[in-house]
């Protein structure tokens, strides 16, 4: 089976434009959730979302937003890029049975380089 | 707040070698979940362990396992006959949530380095 699918791989963007990434999850997982990781730091939580609602938010400004698509896919949006949003952006998957998220596994993520 | 401590920022030993990875966690919660993640310079975390906050047995896969215990609030791994393959970081995170809000709070990893 497919793991969890991130596009695109490596993006290099401008101070004050806005990106799309997309993830596609494992089949099957209805859950997803979006994780910054900067440089030398451990991954931080930004969105989950669980049947097309979101489910948590982490402590990420109004200019990231993300949604979840019919088919469980999601895209994480970020507006007015900074310097500081330069990260590796990795999207989960996970199984929700009975109200439980069950351990979630992790896409190859997408480098964001802000000039 | 939950928070995870990984004091050991870099490792290194030379191969066949034993070597524990330590991780102290903090929450209020009675029930919670603890993981281990491994990250190689591809970038991917791959899935290690799941352990839940009730269940205290210590757990062997392979050469891989782990030691939980709850009075020290911590949740150590240890890699037995240590292998080049193993050079990767290492992430310890926590899950405090039950539910569908299932946020992982990470350490900040572990960097180890396996020498032939």
């Known amino acids: 089976d497919a793991g969890v699918t991130q596009s695109p791989t490596h993006l290099i963007k401008t101070r004050g434009q806005q990106v799309t990434l997309r993830c596609s999850p494992i089949s099957g997982h209805k859950s997803v959730s979006w994780y910054q990781q900067v440089l030398g730091q451990g991954p931080q939580f930004i969105f989950q979302?669980?049947?097309?609602?979101?489910?948590g938010r982490g402590n990420f400004p109004d200019r990231f937003s993300a949604r979840q698509f019919p088919n469980y896919s999601s895209e994480l949006n970020v507006n007015a890029l900074l310097l500081g949003d330069s990260a590796l952006y990795l999207c989960?998957?996970?199984?929700?049975?009975?109200?439980?998220?069950?351990?979630?596994?992790f896409g190859p993520g997408t480098r964001l380089t802000v000039t | 707040a939950q928070k995870v401590t990984q004091a050991q920022t870099e490792i290194s030993v030379v191969e066949k070698e034993d070597v524990t990875l330590d991780c102290v966690y903090e929450?209020?919660?009675?029930?919670?979940?603890l993981f281990w993640y491994k990250q190689p310079p591809s970038g991917e975390l791959v899935f290690l362990i799941r352990r839940n906050s009730f269940d205290e047995q210590n757990e062997i896969s392979g050469r891989y396992s782990w030691n939980f215990q709850k009075s020290t609030s911590s949740f150590n791994f240890t890699i037995t006959a240590s292998q080049v393959v193993d050079s990767a970081v290492y992430f310890c995170?926590?899950?405090?949530?039950?539910?569908?809000?299932?946020?992982?709070?990470f350490g900040k990893g572990i960097t180890l380095s396996v020498r032939p």
């Open positions: 995170a926590l899950s405090e949530s039950t539910g569908a809000n299932s946020k992982l709070t």
């Open positions: 979302y669980y049947e097309k609602e979101e489910r």
């Open positions: 929450t209020r919660d009675t029930t919670y979940y």
């Open positions: 989960a998957s996970s199984v929700v049975r009975s109200g439980f998220t069950y351990e979630q596994y």
